[in-house]
């Protein structure tokens, strides 16, 4: 069959928009040894261990990691995976808002790190819900209300555990899997934003992916 198909149409648009040295690179630029640029990889590795104890806690249930030792450990292991999660992409943030890393054409990177932000938020909201313990009863009666003065109350129960359950453990995680995909997607595609020119110059060059070839000083991963 000669004719195009989607198979072929979805190849030939990778080949065009993502080559292989952009999803695949050997090399680095020399400016990425900055530790500046290890906040995103250090959120994506607390997200991971999110998702590995999360799983274990939702196998067990709540009668297991509310009374048992190893379910306690577990339960610590989610809540501190959290708390690295959020500290470091805030870090990441306030990193990439100071570099400018909207330069170059990667607005919607930055917007995609913004709504991944916002996502992540809503994710952990429910998940203070769905701790069936004194203070998601807590959290939920204080924040029924603010819910029903904005008129989502009747969407978004928070006295619901079943639906904030639900919310936390399926659709908010598969939702923040997809934004981290295209945001991983669009950061191979146009590459990490460098560092700001030291110089007060028009560099109109500034915030591009370098060339493929290897300039002096360039490091490997």
Known sequence: MT??????????????NVPMEHLLPDTMPSYVDSYVYLFGVLTLAAFVWIIISGVILVIFGPDWWHVSTVGHFFNSTHFWSVQAFFFFMVLH????????AWRGGRHWTWIG??????LSILAGFTGYLSQNNFDAQWVGTQGKDAMNSVGVGGFFN?????????LHVFLLPMLILFMIAVHLFLVRKLGVVEPLP?????????????TPSVPEGESHP
């Not at 790190?113 to 916002?118: A, D, S």
């Not at 928070?158 to 639900?166: A, E, K, S, W």
């Not at 030291?198 to 370098?210: E, H, I, K, N, S």
């Open 93 to 100: 943030l306030w990193a990439q808002f100071l570099m400018a």
């Open 113 to 118: 790190g913004w709504i991944l932000f916002l």
């Open 158 to 166: 928070l006295l619901n555990f079943g639906q904030m359950y639900g």
């Open 198 to 210: 030291l110089d007060d110059g028009d560099d109109r060059t500034a915030g591009q992916r370098p």
């Open 3 to 16: 004719g195009n198909n989607w198979t072929r149409s979805l190849r030939n648009w990778m080949e065009r």
